[in-house]
């Protein structure tokens, strides 16, 4: 068991606590929480006590790519499609052992952030067997690739023999689910397909939509750099006429209900609507998406339609770090607004609000404490006093 007391307590789902405390159980759940004065200590249970500490849900980071942590700031590339290149030739010359101590440095350096949960992409498996090596918490998503559509047949194959591979892997705390990447490297045939497999393993969906100009003017037009490098290839490419939100709901990839679609930048109101009518959810990374120069997001007007978003750092190939409160200054919220779409609208988003996301008796034990000073103004590579993963001390 374990008793954490602190000078202040945010529930998320309850006003905040001053010198509060939560016990947790043996089974990694939230047994009581409230005043320290109400909350029993019993004989045994480990007692961390943080005097000038905020203790909040564990942050929930909804787009990450844990395998490509060693390549931070290895990408200088300044215009999108090139860079997608850059790095796919970054990631051919990394060996499985390097992908996966990759992979283990990010969930190290999540929960020195706080975060307690993470949503990745990747195509190497290896965040997903470092989440179960280590004992974190996250969703892996396994990217699968393929626009030439003469190749749909073997990238599914890929897809079905990786999922075969990982889902023994797979617990409570560690759930896989499926990444069609996106428009420029998937064909149409494939999107139906991965869709069509995802549906009947019942995986979770995520797919990067919506991300920069230059994919609206393959989608739309059958123009542009990523139409140019595709034809380059041999690959037929033709106008949908439509925006990459429309696109992928006539391909049925946004009809699960459980899709997280990530980025959601080159979007309007049409599209808003498409994502809230087919519960889909989006994965806002305003960092990334500034550092590409795709622009904003329209935050307010998803929160507005009532379509789920949560915060997420992407790659630290793109952002340099993985510092998740830092999202939440540039997507322009701040305090206990702030807070509250790190850690229970993040697990909304992933579905998970019955487990995580805020501090009730009954959820899982997913805490992080910060320095009360720092919670809302994070200094650059601050790091969280405490991380708590389903009960147990990840980092402090
Ligand atoms: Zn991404």
Same mark, same amino acid.
């Given at each position: 068991?374990?008793?954490?007391?602190?000078?202040?307590?945010?529930?998320?789902?309850?006003?905040?606590?001053?010198?509060?405390?939560?016990?947790?159980?043996?089974?990694?759940?939230?047994?009581?929480?409230?005043?320290?004065?109400?909350?029993?200590?019993?004989?045994?249970?480990?007692?961390?006590?943080?005097?000038?500490?905020?203790?909040?849900?564990?942050?929930?980071?909804?787009?990450?790519?844990?395998?490509?942590?060693?390549?931070?700031?290895?990408?200088?590339?300044?215009?999108?499609?090139?860079?997608?290149?850059?790095?796919?030739?970054?990631?051919?010359?990394?060996?499985?052992?390097?992908?996966?101590?990759?992979?283990?440095?990010?969930?190290?350096?999540?929960?020195?952030?706080?975060?307690?949960?993470? =949503?990745?992409?990747?195509?190497?498996?290896?965040?997903?067997? =470092?989440?179960?090596?280590?004992?974190?918490?996250?969703?892996?998503?396994?990217?699968?690739?393929?626009?030439?559509?003469?190749?749909?047949?073997?990238?599914?194959?890929?897809?079905?023999?990786?999922?075969?591979?990982?889902?023994?892997?797979?617990?409570?705390?560690?759930?896989?689910?499926?990444?069609?990447?996106?428009?420029?490297?998937?064909?149409?045939?494939?999107?139906?397909?991965?869709?069509?497999?995802?549906?009947?393993?019942?995986?979770?969906?995520?797919?990067?939509?919506?991300?920069?100009?230059?994919?609206?003017?393959?989608?739309?037009?059958?123009?542009?750099?990523?139409?140019?490098?595709?034809?380059?290839?041999?690959?037929?490419?033709?106008?949908?006429?439509?925006?990459?939100?429309?696109?992928?709901?006539?391909?049925?990839?946004?009809?699960?209900?459980?899709?997280?679609?990530?980025?959601?930048?080159?979007?309007?109101?049409?599209?808003?609507?498409?994502?809230?009518?087919?519960?889909?959810?989006?994965?806002?990374?305003?960092?990334?998406?500034?550092?590409?120069?795709?622009?904003?997001?329209?935050?307010?007007?998803?929160?507005?339609?009532?379509?789920?978003?949560?915060?997420?750092?992407?790659?630290?190939?793109?952002?340099?770090?993985?510092?998740?409160?830092?999202?939440?200054?540039?997507?322009?919220?701040?305090?206990?607004?702030?807070?509250?779409?790190?850690?229970?609208?993040?697990?909304?988003?992933?579905?998970?609000?019955?487990?995580?996301?805020?501090?009730?008796?009954?959820?899982?034990?997913?805490?992080?404490?910060?320095?009360?000073?720092?919670?809302?103004?994070?200094?650059?590579?601050?790091?969280?006093?405490?991380?708590?993963?389903?009960?147990?001390?990840?980092?402090?």
């Amino acid at each position: 068991m374990l008793y954490i007391r602190s000078r202040s307590v945010l529930p998320i789902t309850a006003p905040p606590i001053a010198d509060g405390a939560v016990l947790v159980d043996e089974r990694g759940k939230i047994a009581a929480v409230g005043p320290a004065a109400t909350v029993p200590a019993p004989d045994g249970a480990r007692r961390l006590e943080f005097p000038e500490g905020a203790l909040v849900p564990g942050l929930v980071n909804c787009h990450t790519h844990l395998e490509l942590t060693h390549l931070a700031r290895k990408n200088r590339e300044p215009a999108f499609a090139p860079w997608i290149r850059t790095i796919r030739a970054l990631k051919d010359n990394t060996t499985p052992e390097e992908f996966l101590h990759s992979a283990e440095q990010g969930v190290r350096d999540a929960w020195a952030a706080g975060v307690t949960c993470v =949503a990745d992409t990747g195509s190497t498996g290896a965040p997903l067997e =470092a989440l179960a090596r280590l004992g974190g918490r996250g969703i892996y998503y396994q990217e699968v690739f393929g626009p030439d559509p003469a190749k749909c047949g073997s990238s599914l194959t890929e897809l079905t023999s990786a999922v075969a591979h990982l889902s023994p892997l797979t617990s409570h705390l560690v759930r896989l689910g499926v990444s069609p990447h996106a428009p420029y490297t998937v064909s149409e045939s494939l999107y139906r397909a991965a869709t069509k497999f995802a549906w009947h393993e019942q995986l979770p969906v995520a797919v990067h939509l919506a991300e920069s100009r230059e994919e609206t003017e393959l989608v739309r037009d059958g123009t542009g750099p990523f139409a140019e490098a595709l034809r380059a290839r041999g690959i037929a490419v033709r106008a949908h006429d439509c925006s990459p939100v429309e696109y992928l709901f006539q391909l049925g990839v946004l009809a699960s209900g459980n899709c997280l679609a990530i980025h959601c930048v080159q979007v309007d109101e049409r599209d808003i609507a498409i994502l809230r009518d087919s519960g889909g959810a989006v994965a806002h990374c305003p960092r990334s998406n500034r550092a590409h120069g795709h622009g904003t997001a329209p935050l307010a007007a998803f929160r507005r339609a009532g379509v789920r978003v949560g915060l997420g750092t992407d790659s630290v190939v793109s952002v340099g770090d993985a510092d998740l409160r830092a999202e939440a200054g540039a997507a322009g919220l701040d305090g206990e607004e702030a807070l509250r779409m790190l850690t229970l609208e993040g697990a909304r988003a992933l579905g998970l609000e019955r487990e995580i996301g805020s501090l009730e008796v009954g959820k899982e034990a997913d805490l992080a404490v910060f320095s009360s000073t720092d919670l809302y103004r994070p200094l650059p590579s601050s790091t969280a006093l405490l991380a708590v993963v389903a009960g147990r001390v990840v980092h402090g």
